[in-house]
């Protein structure tokens, strides 16, 4: 672990600023394995609801290779909860708008607002934020140390092992660590998936992998073609034949973050974010795409390569035995095509934390899990569908789909400026190409409130889930 002291402020919070003070009369140990964004959000929550939390983590030190990720109103408005949303306003970049643009000549055909907009119809911001431990204040350390002081984060400590029924891990050094429950957010080359699962789970190829880069956005201010992408603070997606590329500023706009997707049909590979790639491998995937991406890969010295597989959603996130649960990659990884794998896993730590502080028996432990997967389930199988979708959508090669398509998302951006100008909206955009552009979506994606939800679904359940299990006072007579 890096030692220097993080450029964070404190963000130390009261016992009772989550779950309207409410914290388990029954506080449970539990082991978190797995120390990423979704590790340590489960990790937050579960300590906030009253509880002591372990996380293992199989890396000496923790560090995330540096990239972007899109954190929605659905997430930003739990982060600003967990008292962070200062960190992301000064960490992070807010687009004013979506932009999305042909691969040939750089014509925008689709067009969603979001910035003032968003904070209007969700009530929380859309953020870009950068993603790495080191050096810079960032969002995986901003959760690191807001999780720090209320739990025990235990590096080179990987799992080899669990027993479920118990439950506890097994360590490479030998070590057995036991616990109430085990929550697997080891991500998607989970080992606990395994023991749910029942056995090895392989991925499936997509055909796709990803080309990710960070460029300094002086680079960009320099040139009269590209300074607009530093000077505008748009979320920019250029649609091609078999591909399409993300571009968007980090860092409060030190750095723009480039992925790009292209296709892999290469045997075997290794899925991670960490591979390296082949720069001119990477130009020549992009060869007659307009100026602007030209420009922006002569830019690139390195880049890494992440290629992208897939899995089918599963039947169940928990152990038969209910004492183990997966949560975020584990359960559901996301393709990136829409920007929501971090914020369902945030999402899962929040109904997790959310439910078990109302834990005041062992118990209850297996339908308090049940009822963390009856509230997730839908949503996330949802959203890894959606995801998919977005690969379909954009990578027409030209022709009388990709028209159908360019035309359907020009109709969506000419309705949205009428809207921008104080006119009514005269069109009806469900199921419109430009995923963004379909209100019904939108309001169901980055309208969601986590804790909202839980506690609706327990004033509704909450009653009738206790009433199998015995209380406190009942258990001790």
């Known amino acids: 672990m890096d030692t220097r002291e993080p450029e964070i402020a ?19 140990d539990i082991i978190v394995i797995g120390c990423g964004l979704g590790g340590l959000a489960a990790a937050y929550c579960l300590a906030q609801a009253g509880h002591k939390v372990t ?18 109103p659905n997430v930003s408005r739990l982060l600003k909860r967990w008292g962070l949303g200062p960190h992301l306003e000064e960490l992070g970049v807010k687009p ?53 002081p ?68 002086e680079k960009l201010l320099q040139d009269d073609d590209l300074k607009s992408l530093v000077e505008k603070t748009e979320s920019i997606i250029w649609m091609g034949p078999k591909g399409h590329i993300v571009g968007y500023n980090i ?32 130009r020549e995937c992009y060869q007659g795409w307009n100026i602007v991406i030209q420009k922006l890969l002569a830019l690139i010295p390195s880049t890494l390569d992440w290629k992208l597989m897939v899995r089918d959603p599963l039947p169940s996130w928990i152990h038969k035995d209910g004492k183990l649960a997966l949560l975020g990659d584990s359960c559901h990884p996301m393709l990136p095509y829409r920007a929501q794998g ?87 955009l469900e199921g419109n190409a430009n995923q963004w552009a379909d209100k019904t979506k939108s309001d169901i994606q980055y309208g969601y409130d986590a804790d909202e939800e839980t506690e609706k679904w327990w004033l509704a359940n909450g009653d009738k889930l206790m009433s199998f299990v015995p209380s406190i006072s009942e258990a001790v007579n």
Request: glycine letters at 8%; aromatic letters at 8%.
């Open 10 to 28: 404190d963000t130390t919070h009261q016992s009772d600023h989550l779950y309207k003070g409410r914290r388990a009369s029954l506080p449970l």
């Open 55 to 72: 996380i293992l983590e199989a890396a000496f030190a923790i560090s995330d290779v540096g990239a972007g990720i899109q954190a929605s």
């Open 96 to 148: 004013h708008n979506l932009s999305i643009r042909r691969w040939e000549n750089d014509e925008v055909v689709g067009f969603t607002p979001f910035g003032e907009t968003f904070v209007k119809e969700y009530g929380s911001p859309y953020y870009h934020v950068h993603v790495e431990l080191i050096s810079e204040p960032d969002f995986h350390r901003m959760l690191y140390v807001a999780v720090e």
């Open 150 to 217: 209320y739990c025990n984060i235990r590096v080179g400590c990987r799992v080899v092992s669990l027993d479920p029924s118990k439950p506890s891990v097994t360590l490479a050094s030998g070590e057995i660590v036991s616990a109430d429950i085990l929550i697997g957010a080891d991500g998607v080359k989970s080992i606990t998936r395994q023991y749910v699962v029942g056995g090895p789970d392989a991925p499936m190829a997509t055909g796709d992998s990803a080309y990710r880069a960070l460029i300094p956005t």
């Open 251 to 282: 860092r409060a706009k030190k750095e723009y973050n480039l992925v790009m997707m292209h296709p892999d049909e290469t045997e075997g590979g290794v899925e991670s974010w960490t591979e390296g790639g082949n720069v001119e491998r990477m």
């Open 342 to 428: 971090s914020a369902m896993a945030i999402e899962d730590a929040a109904v997790l934390g959310n439910l078990f502080s109302h834990c005041s028996d062992r118990s209850q432990i297996t339908p308090l899990l049940y009822a963390y997967q009856s509230l997730r389930y839908e949503r996330a199988t949802a959203t890894q569908t959606s995801s998919n979708l977005n690969r379909y959508i954009f990578h027409h090669p030209d022709g009388p789909e990709q028209e159908e398509r360019d035309n359907q998302m020009r109709a969506a951006m000419e309705d949205a400026l009428r809207v921008a100008r104080g006119e009514k909206s005269t069109l009806v």
